[in-house]
């Protein structure tokens, strides 16, 4: 069974940047959409970017702007580059398959000053 596994998570002050990565431990990824997710303390868990086959990419109105989804299908890896990042983006930042029941561990980003 295929797993994903994030990384790229840690602490960072507020307007600062960090690049989230979710590896997928097979090939065939590229004919899936992919998805950024996370999850605040006390929150539901929320939406942040999807990426489909061609590389359409959709985002969050609170994350448009300043964050960007990507894919490199040799290397079988989603990206999510955060960029002017504020303290609401606190939280586990998960990357799933779209569509499927497929989920990483999870990676805790931090922006605190």
């Known amino acids: 069974q295929v797993q994903l596994a994030e990384s790229g998570g840690g602490g960072v002050q507020p307007g600062g940047s960090l690049r989230l990565s979710c590896e997928a431990s097979?090939?065939?990824?590229?004919?899936?959409?992919m998805g950024w997710f996370r999850q605040a303390p006390g929150k539901q868990r929320e939406l942040v970017a999807r990426i489909n086959q061609e590389s359409t990419t959709n985002y969050v109105d609170s994350v448009k702007g300043r964050f960007t989804i990507s894919r490199d299908n040799d290397k079988n890896t989603v990206y999510l580059q955060m960029n002017s990042l504020k303290a609401e983006a606190t939280a586990v930042y998960s990357c799933t398959i779209w569509g499927t029941d497929v989920w990483g561990q999870g990676t805790l980003v931090t922006v605190s000053s």
């Open positions: 097979i090939s065939g990824c590229r004919f899936y959409a």
